[in-house]
């Protein structure tokens, strides 16, 4: 089975800190994605990629970056966290096109205080 | 841009019900996708359909695509508490990244 991992179910940070949150596939996908999901509002795109070095802005990217170094891995990159940015951040991979379902991360629950 | 919507946003049925949640796109879709989240849990890829009328079922659950694709219908027969979650469907409008819609909560009283 596809396995995409999330290095952590749950952060809390302070205000103004640099948050990285780190998301990895096992299955050679080209696309990843960043989702935040927060109650009433569904999932919203943050960023996403579809190769390596490649990103593009998604409907929400304010306050955020990523980073694809590695085709395995996609990063967020929170600069300087606020209150407003507590939510859940699903990590999202699939095939190449958009003809392949998406599987997520188990998600991470960020709380910044 | 596009924009994907479902009906209801809440379901609460008893137990053997069965339940229906419509999707409907703002544009033309060229393939849909359905997913279910558990409470607590990140969705899960169902079924994605991808031609005019299509339907497709996966043991009590019935997926519909529209004849005009521009919506998508679920209908869950004879709801089992084990069907509890949020049901999510996502439009892609040909290469172009998924949308979701905002998801139907379902909820079985046993």
């Known amino acids: 089975d596809v396995k995409v991992t999330q290095s952590s179910r749950y952060l809390v940070k302070r205000t103004g800190e640099k948050v990285f949150l780190e998301c990895v596939q096992d299955?050679?996908?080209?696309?990843m994605f960043w989702y935040r999901q927060d109650p009433g509002l569904g999932l919203r795109l943050i960023y996403f990629?579809?190769?390596?070095?490649?990103?593009e802005k998604g409907d929400i990217p304010e306050g955020y970056s990523v980073s694809r170094e590695k085709k395995e891995r996609f990063s967020l990159i929170l600069e300087s966290a606020s209150t407003n940015q507590t939510s859940m951040y699903l990590c999202a991979s699939n095939g190449p096109g958009q003809v392949y379902g998406y599987t997520f991360g188990s998600g991470t629950r960020l709380t910044v205080v | 841009g596009q924009q994907v919507m479902q009906i209801p946003q809440y379901q609460h049925v008893q137990e053997g019900e069965d339940f229906t949640t419509y999707c409907n796109s703002s544009?033309?879709?060229?393939?849909i996708q359905w997913y279910k989240q558990r409470p607590g849990g990140h969705p899960v890829f169902l079924i994605q359909?991808?031609?005019?009328?299509e339907v497709k079922k996966q043991k009590r659950l019935t997926f519909q695509f529209g004849e005009a694709k521009k919506n998508s219908s679920l209908h869950i027969t004879a709801t089992q508490t084990t069907d509890v979650g949020t049901y999510f469907c996502?439009?892609?409008?040909?290469?172009?990244?998924?949308?979701f819609g905002p998801g139907t909560r379902l909820s079985v009283l046993p």
């Open positions: 990629s579809y190769d390596v070095k490649m990103k």
């Open positions: 359909l991808v031609k005019s009328g």
């Open positions: 996502a439009g892609s409008n040909y290469g172009q990244n998924f949308v």
């Open positions: 544009t033309t879709l060229s393939n």
């Open positions: 299955m050679d996908h080209e696309n």
